[in-house]
């Protein structure tokens, strides 16, 4: 298996209401570390249904823009603002 965690996605802006500035999410090692070390629970169904997709994503099962819709899903389950990032 190779894991390719530098795999780019559409940039997402993610803001926790209780902590930190807004996190910005540009590839799959980034989401991966912010779901794992900064998500404000770990017991909703959309949570770990991004969890797998980003593992999938990285392992190159789905495709990135997939994960992104899965990310965008578990943000709303925690309260979490998430921000479409234009550049």
Known sequence: MIWNRTTGIAP??????D?????????LG???AILLRDWP?????EYVT???????AIKGEIEPDEFRKRLIRAAGEAGITAL???H
């Open 50 to 56: 991004a969890v797998k997709a980003c593992v999938d």
């Open 12 to 17: 997402i802006a993610l803001v926790f209401t």
């Open 19 to 27: 902590r930190r500035g807004p996190r910005i999410v540009r590839t």
């Open 41 to 45: 629970s770990d017991d909703g169904e």
């Open 30 to 32: 980034d989401a991966a």
């Open 84 to 86: 479409t990032v234009v």
